[in-house]
């Protein structure tokens, strides 16, 4: 990890270099990337243009595309007749993990539950205002897509995120799409989440090729009306095609986490946060901390804690490029670099924490205090651990039942109110050359 001071270079400078190297919207083409474009399309590819390329593929071919993808992407042979997750794999999954993780699953997926109906929106009493009569309906959307990544992890908690808030919500339909492993088969512990979340239909599918299928549908996968869930820059890419044909839930990039702390702070905690961010390799970890004492202790736990991780050598290489350390004048310093980066994790370990917390502006979520890791808001507290990413946090929410709901206002105007505000509103129509918006009311007040 690279150690800075604030009074010696351009902190949010050299940051926003380092994300912009991460961004999803760099589209620049590697070695290997050249290489895999050339083989699947005959040619090589930008990220943009790969997306592009395989979304038109499936909206021209359906589920010959999807067989043609997953084997090319995934190594895996699938058949469009065994793309669809069968009820009974998803009851045999149970038997295939632990009592305590099934036990662990049922409680994270009843805290979401509870803390998801607490923010869902209620709708207000009808509104009147000079005879007018206003009301607003909430309705769920009715179909909805849930992307949950595979690869080296298996993520059980991004079908919780997801699917929760939108059974919460009403969601009709709710439908997984999630790559299988080298073996052909989906991890048990995402199949058990995914029973637990009572989602309805399950598909063996995953990247760029599992969101057009969701968008455009094909004679297998149902298309559907907004697409969710966490995914690599492809994926990403991806949903940013898909968006005006469907909804998306937002455009994010890698993981990341921005601690706040003071001379308070316990060393190994604040080092533990920065490695399990620097574990999804990549991911960015940065600590602002007014005080040396503590930068220099927290680097000595980052070399301990590494040293013992399973992961240890993706967490080094993580670090070593997007790691930082700044050490500030004061804890003011620090907060307006937090503002300023508008982080999707952070983490507040100082003494005075409802003086900082009442500065703080942006962030997807805040984890307040040394017992509160990013990993509760992870796994187990309740709030959708899909957050807004890249300092999209300043204009940006992260997931929640809302998200799944929409607004409808319902107006109702007597005759008399009509004639009462029916001079301002031709006014305004005429004004702006709509003399047929004029005419639908003349023709009512002037029988």
Same mark, same amino acid.
């Given at each position: 990890m690279k150690i800075l001071k604030s009074q010696e270079c351009d902190i949010t400078r050299e940051i926003e270099k380092l994300k912009q190297g991460m961004s999803i919207f760099a589209d620049t083409v590697t070695k290997g990337m050249e290489a895999k474009t050339k083989e699947v399309f005959g040619e090589p590819l930008s990220p943009a243009e790969s997306v592009k390329r395989v979304i038109n593929d499936v909206k021209e071919k359906g589920d010959e595309a999807l067989e043609?993808? *997953?084997e090319k992407f995934e190594g895996v042979s699938l058949s469009a007749e065994n793309i669809k997750i069968k009820t009974s794999e998803i009851e045999e999954a149970y038997n295939k993990v632990s009592p305590e993780l099934i036990s662990a699953i049922k409680n994270a997926k009843e805290n979401i539950r509870e803390f998801q109906e607490h923010i869902r929106i209620r709708e207000p009493g009808s509104f009147h205002s000079k005879g007018a =009569?206003?009301?607003v309906k909430y309705s769920a959307i009715e179909n909805v897509g849930i992307y949950v990544p595979g690869g080296a992890a298996s993520y059980p908690s991004s079908v919780l995120m997801n699917a929760i808030p939108? &059974? @919460?919500?009403?969601?009709? =339909? +709710?439908?997984?799409? $999630?790559?299988?492993?080298? /073996?052909?088969a989906i991890s048990p512990e995402r199949l058990v989440a995914c029973g637990e979340a009572d989602v309805d239909e399950v598909y063996?599918?995953?990247?760029?090729?599992?969101?057009?299928?969701?968008? %455009?549908? $094909? &004679?297998?996968?149902?298309?559907? /009306? =907004? +697409?969710?869930?966490?995914?690599?820059? %492809?994926? $990403?890419?991806? &949903?940013?095609?898909a968006y005006g044909h469907v909804g998306i839930d937002m455009l994010a990039g890698p993981s990341e986490v921005l601690i706040v702390a003071d001379e308070s702070a316990n060393h190994?905690? !604040?080092?533990?946060?920065? #490695?399990?961010?620097?574990?999804?390799?990549?991911?960015?970890?940065?600590?602002? $901390?007014?005080?040396?004492? @503590?930068?220099?202790? !927290? #680097?000595?736990?980052?070399?301990?804690q590494?040293?013992? *991780?399973?992961?240890?050598?993706?967490i080094e290489e993580s670090l070593d490029k997007f790691g930082f350390i700044v050490i500030t004048e004061n804890m003011n310093e620090a907060i307006d670099i937090s503002n300023t980066l508008a982080p999707e994790h952070l983490l507040v370990i100082v003494k005075n924490e409802d003086e900082v917390l009442s500065k703080l502006k942006h962030a997807g979520a805040i984890f307040a205090g040394p017992y509160t890791p990013v990993a509760v808001g992870d796994y187990y507290a309740g709030p959708s651990h899909v957050l807004p990413t890249s300092s999209t946090a300043r204009f940006c929410s992260g997931l929640s039942v809302n998200d799944f709901l929409k607004r409808t206002s319902i107006m109702s105007y007597s005759e008399e109110v009509l004639k009462s505000a029916s001079n301002d509103i031709i006014t305004i129509a005429e004004s702006e050359g709509l003399h047929a918006h004029a005419n639908s009311v003349r023709i009512r007040v002037n029988k």
């Amino acid at each position: 990890m690279k150690i800075l001071k604030s009074q010696e270079c351009d902190i949010t400078r050299e940051i926003e270099k380092l994300k912009q190297g991460m961004s999803i919207f760099a589209d620049t083409v590697t070695k290997g990337m050249e290489a895999k474009t050339k083989e699947v399309f005959g040619e090589p590819l930008s990220p943009a243009e790969s997306v592009k390329r395989v979304i038109n593929d499936v909206k021209e071919k359906g589920d010959e595309a999807l067989e043609y993808y *997953s084997e090319k992407f995934e190594g895996v042979s699938l058949s469009a007749e065994n793309i669809k997750i069968k009820t009974s794999e998803i009851e045999e999954a149970y038997n295939k993990v632990s009592p305590e993780l099934i036990s662990a699953i049922k409680n994270a997926k009843e805290n979401i539950r509870e803390f998801q109906e607490h923010i869902r929106i209620r709708e207000p009493g009808s509104f009147h205002s000079k005879g007018a =009569k206003i009301e607003v309906k909430y309705s769920a959307i009715e179909n909805v897509g849930i992307y949950v990544p595979g690869g080296a992890a298996s993520y059980p908690s991004s079908v919780l995120m997801n699917a929760i808030p939108a &059974k @919460v919500a009403g969601v009709d =339909k +709710i439908v997984v799409v $999630t790559p299988p492993g080298r /073996d052909g088969a989906i991890s048990p512990e995402r199949l058990v989440a995914c029973g637990e979340a009572d989602v309805d239909e399950v598909y063996m599918i995953g990247g760029v090729h599992a969101i057009a299928a969701l968008t %455009f549908g $094909t &004679k297998t996968v149902p298309g559907v /009306d =907004k +697409i969710v869930g966490p995914g690599n820059q %492809f994926v $990403t890419l991806a &949903k940013r095609e898909a968006y005006g044909h469907v909804g998306i839930d937002m455009l994010a990039g890698p993981s990341e986490v921005l601690i706040v702390a003071d001379e308070s702070a316990n060393h190994a905690y !604040v080092a533990s946060d920065l #490695l399990s961010q620097a574990e999804h390799a990549p991911g960015i970890s940065i600590l602002v $901390t007014s005080s040396e004492e @503590v930068a220099n202790g !927290v #680097l000595q736990e980052v070399s301990r804690q590494t040293g013992t *991780s399973a992961r240890s050598s993706l967490i080094e290489e993580s670090l070593d490029k997007f790691g930082f350390i700044v050490i500030t004048e004061n804890m003011n310093e620090a907060i307006d670099i937090s503002n300023t980066l508008a982080p999707e994790h952070l983490l507040v370990i100082v003494k005075n924490e409802d003086e900082v917390l009442s500065k703080l502006k942006h962030a997807g979520a805040i984890f307040a205090g040394p017992y509160t890791p990013v990993a509760v808001g992870d796994y187990y507290a309740g709030p959708s651990h899909v957050l807004p990413t890249s300092s999209t946090a300043r204009f940006c929410s992260g997931l929640s039942v809302n998200d799944f709901l929409k607004r409808t206002s319902i107006m109702s105007y007597s005759e008399e109110v009509l004639k009462s505000a029916s001079n301002d509103i031709i006014t305004i129509a005429e004004s702006e050359g709509l003399h047929a918006h004029a005419n639908s009311v003349r023709i009512r007040v002037n029988k």
